[in-house]
């Protein structure tokens, strides 16, 4: 079984600074990719940014030039850097996993966003 477990999120006023990370555990024999993706109420899941195993970045255009995608292959993990942050940004940060050799994508918990104004 795999899991995919979230830290980081919380409180934050505008103009400021978060750093979420996410740690997969489990049977895994490789990763085609790891992102991130928002859902805030009302609003349909979206894709914030993602990264494959060949490094190729993928950002939501609302996010370009404000937040950073990296990952720990060795450690499995994925992190979002997410600096200059808006009201906008507020919304749950859901961890996602496309694993080799598993036929359906992995999900987080989510870990809540919240940037004041």
């Known amino acids: 079984q795999v899991q995919l477990v979230e830290s980081g999120g919380g409180l934050v006023q505008a103009g400021g600074s978060l750093r979420l990370s996410c740690a997969a555990s489990g049977t895994i024999f490789g990763i085609n990719a790891m992102g991130w993706y928002r859902q805030a109420p009302g609003k349909q899941r979206e894709l914030v940014a993602v990264l494959t195993s060949g490094g190729s970045t993928n950002y939501a255009d609302s996010v370009k030039g404000r937040f950073t995608i990296s990952r720990d292959n060795a450690k499995n993990t994925v992190a979002l850097q997410m600096n200059s942050l808006k009201p906008e940004d507020t919304a749950v940060y859901f961890c996602?996993?496309?694993?080799?050799?598993?036929?359906?994508?992995?999900w987080g918990q989510g870990t809540q966003v919240t940037v004041s104004s």
């Open positions: 996602h996993a496309d694993l080799m050799w598993y036929t359906r994508d992995y």
